[in-house]
């Protein structure tokens, strides 16, 4: 059952094969033997999942049309998506204890679909790094190799769902947070078009980049959470409004005649030369599939990460300042007066990288430096937007490696702070694009699992699962699981 798909589990619950609680016994108790190794969850309540459990075999049991295909299967959420009566940490001290009273719109729609909650996934601090190092609950391990970083900063997703810890598990992407990680642990991830998911109870990194998606074995996998997840939600300002889509409804159409774009600018120097061909390979598949490629540019893709750099931590300056120990979150014990509890609290609740992009942000923001930095950033944004608009004049989709190395030796970049945003080099671009990217497992290198990206127009996510699919329906690598893992 670890190595089913999400339809596979839901046709086994639906003809009573086995019982919701069966299932997410079967995964708690994965979670308590290997999570100690890997930390990929911060919290993980048996009583909560199993009770969860027994509603949806009541679900199951009554019947009816109206069921939804995930009814009674377990998940795991990043601890980022605010869950009534579970803590909901952001992977910091600052919020160590706090116990969230309310849902995030997603959590309400697959609750509302029946899903079963295993616990809250680790992540990077805030939501802050590319690696699972910057954690407060300390990082997480890649279950192919636990020497090596599972990439961030939903590392704890990725790797609870390789570990096979959990079927599928939520994540959010600001730079390439879904599909990076993904990538490194060998998933199918994706970040939907920006305003498809809602951000509602989604603690805020980068308000205008941040989006949440699922995270899964497979692209099918993948549609069906997507079908669950996505809709228009008035609680959140960017929630676009507009009529529900089947994400499943392309899955099986034939690739003849898709066009993939190939971007000159992915394929230069900086991506290792087993990245390259474990990508080149996958490329070669597609044409074997129907599909033709053409060579595309993206002129202005250099300038995303210095660009990202800018934007994101001044959207973080301003979200995070909420964080000043009055209202919630961690207070410093000892303090003189307002300003001094201030700067205790902000000091003492967050690490090192938080504290890093906050100061960025801040001077970024301030008299005099706005127009040089902030304006010019957001300027070279709309142009990139506008780089992936005439490219996709001459193709359907654009394909490339996410990661330019497969994952990386703990502490081999911590040291770096550049060297580690570099790591998201080609996803930046997608967010500060608002447009749809998907990463799908597509060979390996040094052992390690390589992440083929696909990026296609807004609102393009089922000709993009159709994509992926057709490519895993000919290929197993989405299938690979970590060695001794299996029992």
Known sequence: MINASLKELGAALAQKRISSVELTTLFVDRIEKL??????????????????ARAADQKLGAGGTALSPLCGIPLAHKDIFCTAGWRTTCGSKMLANFVSPYDAHVVERLNDAGMVLLGKCNMDEFAMGSSNETSFFGPVKNPWNPACVPGGSSGGSAAAVAARLAPAATGTDTGGSIRQPAALCGLTGLKPTY??????????????????????????????????????DARDSTSLERPAE????????????????????????????????????????????GATTVEVSLPNSSLSVPAYYVIA?????????????????HRAAEYGDLNDMYAKSRAEGFGAEVKRRIL????????????????????????IAAD???????????????????????????????????SDIYTIAVNLAGLPGLSIPCGFDKQLPVGLQLIVPWFGEAKMLNAAHQFQLATDWHRRMPAGLEA
């Open 35 to 52: 999570n100690p190794t890997l930390n990929a969850f911060v919290t993980v309540d048996r009583d909560k999942a199993l009770a969860a």
């Open 195 to 232: 305003g498809v998911v809602s951000r509602y109870g989604m603690i805020a990194f980068a308000s205008s980049l941040d989006q949440g998606g699922p995270m899964a074995k497979s692209a099918e996998d993948c549609a069906l959470l997507l079908n669950a997840m996505a809709g228009f």
């Open 246 to 289: 089947d994400y499943c409804r392309d899955l099986e159409k034939p690739l003849q005649g898709l066009r993939i774009g190939l971007p000159k600018e992915f394929f230069g120097e900086g991506m290792d030369a087993g990245v390259r061909a474990a990508v080149e390979a996958a490329i070669a598949e597609y044409r074997k599939l």
């Open 313 to 329: 931590p001044a959207e973080a300056s301003s979200n995070l300042s909420r964080f000043d120990g009055v209202r919630y979150g």
């Open 360 to 383: 960025i942000g801040t001077y970024v923001l301030s008299h005099g430096y706005y127009d040089a930095y902030y304006l010019k950033a957001q300027k070279i944004r709309r142009l």
């Open 388 to 422: 992936f608009q005439e490219a996709f004049k001459a193709c359907d989709v654009i394909m490339g490696p996410t990661a330019p190395s497969v994952a990386f030796k703990f502490g081999e970049k911590s040291a770096d702070p550049v060297q580690m945003y570099l």
